[in-house]
């Protein structure tokens, strides 16, 4: 009870997070038995060594078979034949959802990679469509709004926890729950950190976008024909402008893929809610002293949404040709 | 005529390549006036300040004019617009080509934004669509193989030039042109090294592709479901790996984006053809006391190559929607 006095804000574990959506799920497989009576089937590519990717696995095959899914992991031992392996698992109907361990070769092939898995069974929401949908704050896939559009996973796992933090204000409409929110987001990736800077400036926040050449501030713009979010450059990267971004901010997002990056705690204002999606951890224990909610880690979210995905794919496949 | 004895290899420049396909390009422009009146439209975005970008829009628009294509060049200033600037010009009926001068954020948004352009429209061939195309041998778009497959421009160029230096054989069978021959290619991108090497290979050359982190071989191997290159790990870049490489091709093409980078003349047989399509030139000067046949750079026969892609996508549109 002292303890907690002393520091008023609270660590919140992914798992907590994730939990959360078990039943939705687990009703939602239970609903697809009489087309998939097994449970629908995930394959994960794995064609490196990286512990990370390993455990992640691991992760993903519990999840899975705790709701009801079935989970294969296809190694491939030389990473110049996942291409091939890829194509195979498209073609098989009784495969529903795909997804690779990145990085595989850890350039540019990788993208090349990505759009190689089938539109309708890419779990990790990584085809070009669904990001050219999430920038410009489209929701469907087709014209009649049936079919759904997926967003990329991780970005959809930090908004979900976003959510659970009460940072999105369900008093506001759809659509508008960020505004008047600023939010740094320290990653400004194709995968996550550039689509979830303008997931969040589409709902209404202020985004103050770094990466290692510059920041810039996403906010949401009309544009010249959608309603996409507009960006604008602040200047280059500097410890002193980060700083400024961090204290003028309510929520920090990090996602530095390196094991010694640490955000220097004193930039953090009192009562701002903290969450790396890096597998390394870009906070120092310290900031528990600052934040008021502190999200160590996102995997365990991602996971979930990747099995919620896959959900949507298999209805918008059903939909689509007729059951 | 004594000089010329002395050094028994030729230059041949791009233009001199480029001129042979005027006359075919020519003549199908004229044969589209019926639908096209005034020519058909390419439009060229430039949203860099870089003059090697603003020398190849000049080449290009004096290169459409002088075929019977129109030619646009769109300024864009802030190229956080560029996206929503090309997906206008994807919309517009007017416009039949539409081609980006890279690099326009010098990271992975640039292959984004590679995807943001429309496939029908897309005269470089960058949608992933033509490139997994190109890496499996496929042809056409579809299955009653009506509607060709675009090729990557820089790519295409190369092979345009190497037909033209008579490394194609034509008394071997279309497919099978490159049959013995060695070519190393200094360059593993996605955009030209490594569809370049692939394609070659698929012609049956053995190909040397180079990169800062190692040299794989490509050979036509049959794979698992489709004819597709082979691809073989020989060990890490190191000059003395290069060297025995390049010692073993009759054909050395360079594509190092680099002022400084220099390919040691020592490395090169006697006898080789030697083709750079990087924007510096890779070979010393010394290279024509080597070289069969030299070939400086290849930026107007890329040109003519974008040209010949944009009559084949709107013969592929004019197919597809009935005239």
Not at 58 to 65: A, F, G, H, I, L
Not at 265 to 286: A, L, V
Request: contains cysteine; hydrophobic residues 35%.
């Amino acid at each position: 009870m002292s303890s907690s006095a002393l520091k008023p804000g609270s660590t919140i574990l992914a798992s907590t997070v994730a939990n959360n959506f078990g039943e939705e799920i687990i009703k939602k497989v239970d609903s697809l038995k009489s087309s998939l009576p097994n449970g629908p089937l995930l394959v994960g590519f794995l064609a490196n060594n990286d512990p990370a990717a390993e455990m992640y696995a691991t992760w993903t095959k519990k999840s899975c078979e705790s709701m009801g899914f079935r989970y294969e992991l296809r190694r491939v031992e030389d990473r110049d034949f996942l291409e091939e392996a890829i194509i195979e698992a498209n073609r098989d109907d009784s495969v529903n959802g795909i997804m690779v361990y990145y990085p595989v070769f850890g350039n540019a092939q990788d993208q090349y990679l990505q759009q190689v898995v089938s539109r309708e069974k890419d779990v990790e929401g990584l085809n070009h469509v669904y990001y050219q949908n999430l920038y410009h704050n489209i929701r469907f896939l087709d014209s009649n709004n049936e079919l759904k559009s997926i967003l990329p996973c991780t970005p959809l796992a930090v908004v979900k926890i976003m959510e659970y933090l009460k940072i999105y204000n369900t008093l506001l409409p759809e659509g508008n729950r960020l505004y008047g929110r600023k939010c740094v987001v320290i990653n400004r990736s194709e995968i996550v950190g550039r689509p979830l800077a303008a997931l969040l400036a589409n709902d209404g926040a202020t985004v103050y976008s770094v990466d290692v050449n510059n920041i810039q501030k996403f906010t949401r713009g009309e544009g010249l024909k959608f309603t996409k979010h507009h960006v604008e450059d602040l200047g280059p990267y500097s410890e002193d402008l980060l700083k400024k971004c961090c204290q003028d901010s309510d929520v920090i997002i990090t996602g530095v893929p390196s094991e010694s990056y640490k955000i220097p705690t004193e930039y953090i204002k009192d009562g701002t809610s903290c969450i790396n999606f890096s597998s390394f951890r870009n906070f120092d224990d310290s900031v528990k002293t600052k934040a008021s909610l502190y999200v160590p880690m996102t995997g365990k979210v991602t996971i979930v949404m990747l099995l919620r995905n896959m959900l949507r794919l298999i209805e918008n496949n059903q939909k689509l040709h007729g059951k």
